[in-house]
């Protein structure tokens, strides 16, 4: 069963740095998006992406954030410069006609 | 404005009994609707999702949910639940394409033994 896959599992950064984290989509899908889960709430949508553009995206994905699919097969999240309160798991989804699958996340803690 | 709403923050049930999950939805268009289960720690995976037709949809684990678009409503069922359905389960709607999908908030299950 293909699936999406998320690296890092868990990526501890400090105060003021940039991540980038990276999602592989499953194959042929067109569909990607990010979402966010800060610890015991629920699933915050932050941006869609589809046909190398994005396609919208939540208050939330203000300057700070950025995607790429920067060689059609990985999809990256970035954050240019991590506050406390972007501590979250973060998950990358794809779409087909079947529905959306989820990867695994990336847990962030941002120090 | 989409919106989904899981009225039950937690329920606990004793396993072998019945479940069912409440889930309402407010959406535009017709809407794409989805369950999510989240283990502790792990990511989400898709139980089952409604998109036309048959308005009783199966999905995985024994699981299955009704639309009734009369009320809004996608409720999860399961006729009897084991210890490893304790999880937490989303609900979820969206279009077709690249319109995003809206969570709930959530229901924790927790089973008795």
């Known amino acids: 069963e293909p699936e999406v896959t998320q690296t890092p599992s868990h990526q501890v950064t400090q105060m003021g740095q940039e991540v980038i984290l990276r999602c592989v989509p499953i194959?042929?899908?067109?569909?990607f998006y990010w979402y966010r889960q800060i610890l015991g709430q629920k699933v915050e949508f932050l941006v869609s992406?589809?046909?190398?553009?994005?396609?919208?995206k939540s208050e939330i994905f203000d300057d700070q954030f950025s995607v790429e699919r920067p060689d059609g097969s990985n999809f990256t999240l970035k954050i240019r410069s991590t506050k406390l309160e972007d501590s979250a798991m973060y998950f990358c989804?794809?779409?087909?006609?079947?529905?959306?699958?989820f990867g695994q996340g990336t847990r962030l803690t941002v120090v | 404005a989409q919106s989904v709403t899981q009225p039950d923050i937690h329920i606990t049930v004793s396993e072998g009994a019945s479940l069912e999950l409440r889930c309402n939805y407010s959406?535009?268009?017709?809407?794409?609707l989805f369950w999510y289960v989240q283990s502790p720690g792990q990511g989400l995976q898709l139980l089952l999702k409604?998109?036309?037709?048959?308005?009783l949809v199966q999905g995985i684990k024994g699981f299955e949910a009704e639309f009734k678009r009369s009320q809004s409503s996608f409720n999860l069922r399961k006729p009897s639940v084991h210890w490893s359905d304790a999880a937490e389960y989303f609900c979820?709607?969206?279009?077709?394409?690249?319109?995003?999908?809206?969570f709930g908030k959530g229901t924790r299950l927790h089973i008795l033994p």
């Open positions: 989804a794809s779409r087909d006609s079947r529905g959306a699958f």
């Open positions: 194959s042929n899908h067109l569909y």
């Open positions: 992406f589809y046909n190398n553009e994005i396609s919208e």
């Open positions: 959406y535009g268009a017709t809407p794409y």
């Open positions: 409604y998109f036309s037709g048959d308005t």
């Open positions: 979820a709607v969206g279009g077709n394409r690249d319109d995003k999908i809206i």
